[in-house]
């Protein structure tokens, strides 16, 4: 099972584009789940830097686009961890999550689910942003 799913990892890593054909972005979009309320986030994630979804601490460490002209795809690489009162930090994920195969490589957690949107540039959200207000 274990070697399978590395198989697949790989297979899917072999198919992300090189770092010619993908656009690095500066902010990743992510959708969060509080399995225990059922409440689902969405998450804005500034490129190396910390943010906080319950008790977890997630930092984005790059986010990659590729072109409108290829095949969708955004790829972020994280970092999460866990922290909670009392206990110290503990690594819940590292690694690559891809956008349009969320379970290819899932962060397993007993409470929490996250998984990547889209990657977006800080500048072009500001703008959606101020056009969108009072539009909810």
């Known amino acids: 099972m274990m070697r399978t799913k590395a198989a697949l990892f790989v297979g899917a890593l072999m198919m992300l584009p090189t770092t010619g054909q993908a656009d690095p ?49 955004s790829a972020a690489f994280l970092d999460i961890t866990e922290s909670k009162p009392g206990d110290p930090p503990t690594e819940v994920f590292r690694g690559w999550m891809f956008a349009s195969s969320p379970a290819l490589n899932p962060m397993e957690h007993p409470v929490y689910d996250v998984w990547v949107l889209d990657c977006i540039n800080m500048a072009s959200n500001s703008e959606e942003s101020s056009s969108s207000v009072g539009s909810e």
Do not use: H, N, W
Request: glycine fraction near 6%; proline fraction near 8%.
């Open 25 to 73: 972005y500066d902010m990743v979009v992510l959708q969060g789940l509080d399995k225990v309320t059922a409440r689902v986030s969405r998450l804005e994630a500034p490129v190396g830097e910390f943010i906080r979804f319950g008790t977890l601490e997630i930092v984005a460490r790059t986010c990659d686009k590729r072109p409108p002209t290829e095949t969708p795809e």
